[in-house]
């Protein structure tokens, strides 16, 4: 099943947070401003000669829409409650209820609302189907149109209507209910951390987002707390995200101002190196990463410095090379673009980005796990946890039904292997030391 949430990640990619990049000065010799005349003019011919009447705004954002997408893939022009919603997933919070949704045959069915949001504490169950939102029917309504239903200012106000009952079964079989909810700032937890035991700890990072680093470290240290020993960083069908945010994620283990990644722009002295701080809270603890096809951007820059600076091993598929960074820049009509500005470098200068063609780029594991699609689905399925209220979270698949994480586990054993070697080094030294301090007694 291939699920979307109202609550998903930001599109693939990489941010550059700050100042907007400005636009340069042209030489004379430049003729862009006597070439946009023809422009003016199309928008003149259309706007007198059109069979109807034409919206001046759509025609033009239409051709900014038209421009920048002769560009790259990842490049795109936002209109206004586009780039609002880009804004706030790559903040990681945003005005809402804490609905998570999946697209069916039955409409918009809820997957699962987010713990102690609105919608959980009103007693929104999983299964439940959305027939109405503010007298609007959703019937006929796809997760964007739902977006922009769902979502609003803190502290105003939504109303939802649902069919509650057994699955499978008619609309005139179940219950309807009406819930009237007061949208609260919902914060997207990007860090999902488990005790794997035996001195494991794991966390999943779903995307880069502005709390990633904070929330990864506090994640960390209660694991700590509960006996782990080490760690696996699930980076898994992370999109990407803020550069900044995988900046500070590959601080938490690099330190001694190591290089960690640096982009390089049109013009040579662009060149931006991004390192780490002096010390690395996290700097001695052993390390797994793992990756696959899904792996794009921000998570390739903290997968490619930790193995360029041999810090960790990496586990899984070949990632999927996105090495583009995006600035957001806003525009003064509340729309945005998202630009390509520069590639991004892992410390040794590898330039990732793929090239379909050629089936080249992208991080290449150390320790190769491959993965069916089939199965790939599945374990993306198994990731989610179900939320009710007084009831214990699970995972969106039955237990007989799941399959076997077999990067994990390869991530489990080399952890372990670790440990066990590490144990045994000080009996090692201690052998090695009395042979040496024998020594010269036997020499004749």
Partial sequence: ????????????????????????????S????????????????????????????????????????TLDPFSQFLEPEMNREMKSETEGQFGGVGLRLNESDDGLVVMTPMPQTPAYRAGIIPGDRIVEIDGQSARDMDLDEALKFLRGAPGSRVKLKILRGPEGADDSELKPMNFELTRELIRVDSVLPNDLGGGVGYARVSEFSARTAED???????????????????????????????????????????????????KPESRQDFTAGARAPFADLP??????????????????????????????????????????????????????????????????QRDARHTTGGITPDVAVEVTPDDEAKLYEQWETIYAKDKKPHSLVKPEDMVRDEALERAEEILKARAAFAALAPQVTSSSSTAASAAPALAP
Avoid: C, W
């Fill in 1 to 28: 099943m291939n699920i979307k949430t109202i609550a998903a990640a930001a599109a693939a990619g990489l941010f550059l947070s700050g100042a907007p990049v400005r636009a340069q000065s042209r030489p004379p």
């Fill in 30 to 69: 430049d003729k862009t401003f006597e070439q946009m005349k023809q422009l003016v003019d199309i928008l003149g011919y259309i706007q007198d000669n059109y069979v109807t009447e034409v919206d001046t705004k759509r025609l033009l954002y239409g051709a900014a829409e038209g421009m920048v997408r």
């Fill in 216 to 266: 990864l470290s506090s994640a960390i240290r209660s694991l700590r707390k509960g006996g782990a020993t080490s760690l696996v960083l699930d980076l898994r069908n992370n999109p990407g995200g803020l550069l900044s945010a995988a900046v500070e994620t590959a601080s938490l283990f690099l330190g001694e101002g190591k290089l960690i990644v640096y982009t390089q722009g049109r």
């Fill in 287 to 352: 390390l797994v990463i793992l990756i696959n096809g899904g792996s794009a951007s921000a998570s390739e820059i903290v997968s490619g410095a930790m193995q360029d600076q041999h810090r960790a091993v990496i586990v899984g598929q070949r990632s999927y090379g996105k090495a583009s960074v995006q600035s957001l820049i806003p525009l003064p009509d509340g729309s945005g673009l998202r630009l390509t500005v520069a590639h991004y470098y892992t410390p040794s200068g590898r330039l990732i």
